[in-house]
């Protein structure tokens, strides 16, 4: 489905957001602006868009405590960044312990809600199944690229468990598909094959060559990947007018904060274990992930598209939604997820993400 199709228009809401600060798009990236673009506009004009474009990210809620003070420490995980690689990932194994009761899917009815939107809302329910189902596939991949490189176990640990997170995400998603999907609509609940942004690894390889391609698939699947799902599913959480979907939606969630931070810092153990010429051939392959982010997630906005408007995000029988995420959301939480957060985490490693970002107009998607 093409989401450009399927824009409403954003409701107005004047309460502020309880966690408004916790939010990672509360400044606008004006220099994600096409550079091209943004060059052209006149410089009186441009000093007026610095002044207005911090004012279009305002994210409220009319919700009062959308979420509890567990998730607002997990919000905070990207703070300790800098502590040692193997207390970090061995801690988020230990949280990725605990499990959620399942959520009561019997307890769905959604009879009561327009067929439209129950059709649209299975169909990216469904998409979104068919995402974690290939990230089951390449974090299995990953696992034994890893393994056969001997990496600390406790990288394999937290592995381990990311792949079942994703099995279990494959599972919610689908459960909430099948609830949204009006009969005629259970042709949608077919998973396709897993895809994988990468060729396969070559299990006789070098160990230095299997590094070399782990590091690609844990930039591409989990820095990138799993740091943008998280935002995405804050938004959807929040909005979502059925509370058994919330509840799916906060279980993936805490999960998925969890997968970015297990990325960033197996990422940083793998480039200490990179020569120059291999983590020069691991930043050539930003542009391009970045073009493929852009296409799939942005949906054809731009930020110059966002230029004078407001991401609103509600909660209310007015506005129903059934985790539901709005083309310009995706792509307004896509952009300020960039410049908040994946740009200064790229630049702590070493790369060039503004270069990068750039070049991603010569790349094919
Ligand atoms: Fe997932
Ligand atoms: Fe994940």
Redesign the pocket.
């Known amino acids: 489905m093409d989401l450009r199709n399927h824009h409403r228009p954003l409701p107005c809401e004047s309460t502020p957001m309880s966690l408004k600060e916790s939010r990672p798009w509360k400044s606008f990236p004006t220099h994600l602006l096409n550079p091209v673009l943004y060059e052209s506009i006149p410089t009186g004009l441009r000093r007026f868009l610095k002044l207005l474009l911090p004012k279009i990210q305002t994210l409220r809620t009319s919700r009062s405590k959308p979420l509890n003070s567990e998730e607002a420490v997990v919000f905070k995980v990207h703070d300790q960044c800098d502590a040692s690689l193997f207390k970090s990932i061995s801690s988020a194994h230990r949280k990725q312990i605990h499990r959620e009761p399942w959520p009561n899917f019997s307890e769905l009815d959604l009879s009561q809600y327009d067929n439209a939107l129950r059709v649209e809302a299975a169909h990216q329910w469904a998409t979104r199944a068919g995402?974690?189902h290939s990230?089951v596939f390449q974090f299995s991949q990953l696992s034994q690229a890893l393994s056969l490189a001997c990496v600390p176990i406790e990288i394999l640990g937290a592995l381990a468990r990311l792949i079942t997170?994703?099995v279990r995400?494959v599972q919610l998603c689908l459960n909430v598909a099948k609830a949204c999907a009006p009969p005629e609509w259970s042709h949608l609940l077919k998973l396709p094959a897993p895809y994988a942004p990468w060729a396969p690894f070559n299990s006789d390889a070098r160990r230095d060559e299997l590094l070399a391609w782990a590091s690609r698939a844990v930039l591409l699947a989990c820095c990138l990947g799993?740091s943008l799902?998280k935002p995405m599913l804050e938004v959807i959480a929040l909005q979502s007018t059925e509370p058994v979907i919330e509840a799916a939606t906060l279980q993936?969630l805490r999960?998925?904060e969890l997968?970015s931070l297990f990325g960033w810092e197996t990422l940083r153990y793998l480039m200490n274990e990179l020569s120059p010429e291999a983590i020069e051939v691991l930043h050539g392959a930003l542009p391009r992930a970045f073009a493929g982010l852009e296409q799939t997630t942005a949906h054809g906005i731009t930020v110059a598209d966002l230029v004078g408007k407001r991401l609103t995000v509600t909660r209310s029988k007015e506005t129903p939604n059934l985790g539901v995420l709005s083309a310009i959301q995706s792509a307004t939480v896509f952009y300020s997820t960039l410049d908040s957060m994946i740009f200064p985490e790229l630049k702590k490693l070493g790369f060039d993400p503004q270069r990068a970002w750039q070049q991603r107009f010569h790349q094919p998607a």
């Open positions: 995402a974690e990230s997170d994703e995400h799993e799902s993936i999960d998925e997968h």
